[in-house]
């Protein structure tokens, strides 16, 4: 049957690809009559398709290129405000350090050139570096790292010059000293001695150095009010950054703390060929790193991968228009051919025959149809045997258990009826012997029965399906309790438990107490049902104070001994039970209860899902 469904499958999806191929007739006459005009117009469409797809990735690529060049350009700017900051943040400490030594309350001039000479060579380790020791009040350098005194000149930062606290650092703008040396000054109030500065004087000509990413790049650092403090391609003048301050978009967003990048921006109008930009403030100050690139340079990239690109689609839709036109005509009436039989096929058909003397791949096609067409008949005879072998196994399982019904239960009835008669009328000793006669026929009945249990479940093709056990199993344990009133029935655990088991799982159940009960050899037998759930899993519990269940048949229901060796009606009905068990998918246990008896577990697999509103509490009752 499985095999059947398969090959349905199968040439159900084979039929619509051939309905598939069957749609094209829809086209107009002058192109169904033509496979040169079809393989045309299927290159128009592929064609087009790729020519789509490629401009798609055209532009995503490009689109992703934009996105490098921009990350870059910032990230260049980004590095070097961060440089600016550091250089900042080293000067700004060293010269608050340097002020706040005790040496300067001594005021040894001596002493005091050697300390800020040792400042300059260990601490700041740049001989390019000058710290002098100033009386602001009347402008006298007393003590230098350049070992030397003198008045000095006004500068840019007199006018500006102020302190809030001790611990605060005048930090310049770049200007030109005395000396022609671009420099900037760090001045700090010396706490030992009013009225006098410690200034640090710091050349300006390192911090040209932009990083150069690009070819022909350059940077500006600007100010907030507009104004260049470097530039790495000219000299700061401290003129404006662009002729109009307040339309530097730059500026104007990183003065904000903002970071980016402009394609388009004032600067391009004053210098001589088109540049893209990145911004960054420098943190601690008004400062914005400008860093200009080339467009030219930062999109050649880009240029080069998009004409890679434009190449790559040019010559994929070369190649297509070339493999169209190199189909020959055989291809057509091969095609058709195959189409024609394909069809015949589809319609059930399967006496025709594929051949073809081509050796290329549409030869290798014909085979391989052919070959499924082989195969599918073969499935399609192997699935007709196998439905009329279940057929007749229904059949004669239905015999069989005809049999037993009615030829050989009945008649084992009637035997029985006709001992119990006789034994009425026989003297003790005829009796006694009748009497073992009604218990063979009685082991016999019950045999039957259970091996009736088996052909019916066998005859009608039984097969798990989601049952409540629970609820099987306290009916039972109710009937059970009436039949025996001598035995003491105790159900515990859930009253509802959906598991996976066969319709007649609750026998094998009844099979486990009624074997307890008989093979009892207490006054009170007690047994006891327990019905539990455990992650995705049921757990079928029967426990009794017999004398156990004995090795030889454990051994049989457990599959370590074969079944043909089962001799009596309780071997038959526990293998019964482990068959039982074992077509619901589940599998059982046998242990020794102490001090005596026996536990039989019996382990189900739960559905899917499990039904709502039914009554999960556990619940413990004895039924008498």
Known sequence: MERENVSNAGGAEQGEQLRGIRRLRRLPAA??????????????????????????????????????????????????????????DGNERATRLASANGIFARDNATELDTYLESVRDERLQDPSYEIHYVDFRNRTVLASSENSTAQLPEQPWH????????DDVFISAPYTDATGRDVMAFISPVNEVPGRLLVLLTPVDERKEATQAFKNSFTTVVDSSGIVIFASNEKPDLGPYVSAPSRSTAVRRGVTGERGFLEEHQKNAELDQRFVVGYAPVEGTDWTVIKHVPAEDAYQIQTTVE??????????????????????RGTVQSVRTLSAKAATIEAGDYDVELESDRSDELGTLYKSIDGMRIELVSQIEEAKAARRKVEQTNEHLQLVDRLLRHNIYNRLTVA???????????SDDVKK??????????????????????????????TPQPTDVGTDIVSLCRRVATEHPSAEITFKGLQSAEAVALPIFVEAVDELVDNAIRHNDTENPRIVVRVEVENEKVEVYVEDNGPGIPERERALIMGEKNADQLQHSSGVGLWMVRWVVGESGGHMTINKRVPHGSVVCITLHRPDTTAEGRDTRPSSMTVR
């Open 416 to 426: 029985k009826l006709n001992a119990e008669r006789a034994g009425e009328l026989c």
């Open 433 to 462: 012997e009748i009497q073992t006669l009604e218990r063979t026929i009685d082991d016999i009945i019950e045999k039957v029965n259970k091996q009736r249990l088996i052909t019916v479940a066998l005859a009608q093709n039984m």
């Open 31 to 88: 192109v169904r009559s033509s496979y040169l005009l079809k393989v045309a117009l299927a290159l128009v469409l592929i064609l087009s398709l790729v020519a789509v797809l490629g401009t798609g990735i055209f532009v995503q690529t490009s689109e992703t290129l934009d996105a490098n060049v921009e990350e870059t350009v910032v990230n260049l700017a980004t590095l070097e405000a961060r440089e600016h900051t550091r250089w900042i």
């Open 307 to 328: 004409w890679g690109l434009l190449i790559l689609l040019g010559g994929a839709l070369l190649g297509l228009l070339v493999f169209g036109l190199t189909i020959g």
């Open 159 to 166: 006018p500006r010059l102020q302190f809030n606290t001790l």
